[in-house]
């Protein structure tokens, strides 16, 4: 069988428009479309543009099933479930998907799309302008506009449940100062913290949303800008923000979290002993999603005639394709082998800045030599270290990828490669060559006796 009769009969996934692929009772995806390819998908940007608040708002199946599925489920009691992968492999299209399939269902939804926009800071307009004029004196600064990020999120609440406004409970509101708010339309008191821009009432409204029966989703990405914003005690946040940090605390009966970020660990780590969430890994394409995607009609011929050169560069990381093939249009008088060479040489330099930080940030001799033990195992492929080890490793672009199995595997030969390097650097000195070499000799040893190192 040739290379293309392979691909085809690998490509057994067929296009269906995304509202056919739901359960019209319980709303759930059936697993017989693991490998379809969504079609038609709405575009919330434009939508928004056509209301006029685009400015307010900031594929793999497979894994999109587990993930929906799971919140569909009434059986389901997790109320936080946490979305982890390093960039590139789709974990913001996944919430931006539930985000669509809950609007589409009339299910109330709070979706932050983009934190860091959320996030945006302003600068202060008067101290630019009297720098402007001369006055030395005056510091350029950035100010945080709560008001900004108030409307923004108000703006949210109304797009995002257009359809349902209407039907939803009235406002209610255990403050004195909003009393002579309680029982309006939600879409009312929504539209008034928008145009006053106050980000009390919108804490007041997303407890409201929270509060919705039968079910509602809280859906946010990036994370970990949070904590890139305010900085790493959450005590002194604003409790507008604060509450993100710690969402097990304001848990209700009806609400369900999603959460995504590069960055979850420690987030994951100090959430309270026994409370139950589920934490799902974004994974790489299968062969048969990676099959699909190359029978796509724009898909590159060259790349089709080079499929084990992009697998490497790529590690079937959807992020990765998207960026070879967008080079190889930037460059159309490149050859396949020029714009692959041009594509290594770009992401190694980034990976190594990723992979030189991580190992700085390894100050202590003990972490440090855990890391490359572990890079050992990884390396000899026969038992997999604690992934709490690599915690950093994989944030951002991304060293190493976590599996739903407990396993890891490399990004892609790109981050193979500089681990090989850096480990192999680690163990140049003759102390730790002699240590190495003893523990192939006990490698070899157990392998005779039957037994694993």
């Given amino acids: 069988m040739d290379a293309a009769s392979s691909r085809l009969k690998r490509a057994c996934g067929i296009h269906m428009k995304w509202e056919q692929v739901f359960d019209p009772v319980t709303l759930k995806i059936d697993r017989k479309y693991a490998n379809v390819w969504l079609e038609d998908l709405p575009d919330l940007s ?11 708002l900031g594929e793999k199946i497979k894994d999109l099933i587990n993930l929906w599925n799971a919140l569909e489920d009434a059986q389901n009691s997790s109320k936080l479930n946490i979305l982890s992968a390093a960039n590139g492999l789709g974990k913001s299209i996944y919430l931006y998907l539930i985000a669509v399939f809950a609007r589409h269902f009339g299910i109330p939804v709070q979706y932050i799309g983009n934190t860091g926009d959320l996030l945006r800071e302003k600068v202060d307009d008067d101290l630019v302008a009297c720098n402007y004029v001369g006055n030395t004196g005056a ?15 108000a703006a949210m609440l109304l797009f995002m449940n257009s359809g349902t406004l209407d039907s939803l409970e009235p406002f209610y509101s255990g403050r004195p100062r909003y009393d002579f708010l309680q029982g309006f339309a939600i879409k009312l008191v929504a539209y008034y ?20 029966p039968p079910r509602n989703l809280l859906i946010i990405d990036e994370h970990n800008a949070l904590w890139q914003k305010f900085g790493s005690d959450t005590k002194t946040w604003l409790p507008f923000f604060k509450f993100y940090a710690d969402p097990v605390a304001h848990a209700t009966r009806y609400c369900k979290f999603v959460i995504a970020g590069s960055q979850h660990h420690e987030f994951e780590s100090n959430l309270p002993s026994g409370y139950e969430f589920s934490v799902q890994n974004v994974e790489p394409l299968s062969l048969e999603e990676f099959a699909i995607w190359e029978r796509l009609d724009d898909y590159p011929e060259t790349f089709r005639d080079n499929e084990s050169t992009v697998v490497d560069c790529t590690g079937f990381v959807p992020g990765m394709i998207a960026e070879l093939i967008g080079m190889s249009r930037s460059f159309p008088n490149l050859s396949f082998g020029e714009v692959a060479a041009r594509f290594y040489e770009e992401c190694y330099a980034d990976m190594q800045i990723v992979h030189s ?7 202590h001799e003990v972490s440090k030599k855990q890391f490359y033990d572990g890079l050992h195992k990884l390396f000899r492929g026969r038992e997999t270290p604690a992934i709490t080890l690599f915690d950093s490793a994989y944030r951002d672009r991304g060293l190493l990828i976590a599996m739903n199995d407990g396993s890891l595997q490399f990004y892609n030969s790109i981050a193979f490669d500089i681990l090989y390097e850096s480990f192999s650097n680690y163990y140049v000195t003759k ?9 192939f000799k006990e490698s070899q040893m157990a392998d005779a006796d039957g037994g694993e190192f």
């Fill in 46 to 56: 434009v939508e928004c543009s056509v209301t006029k608040v685009s400015e307010l």
């Fill in 139 to 153: 510091t350029l600064r950035k100010k945080f506009d709560y008001k900004l990020v108030a409307r923004k999120y």
């Fill in 193 to 212: 913290a928008f145009v006053k821009g106050d980000l009390v009432l919108c804490d007041e409204l997303r407890r409201n949303f929270m509060n919705m």
């Fill in 357 to 363: 930080e991580y190992v700085k940030s390894l100050t």
């Fill in 431 to 439: 102390e730790r060559i002699l240590e190495l070499s003893k523990r």
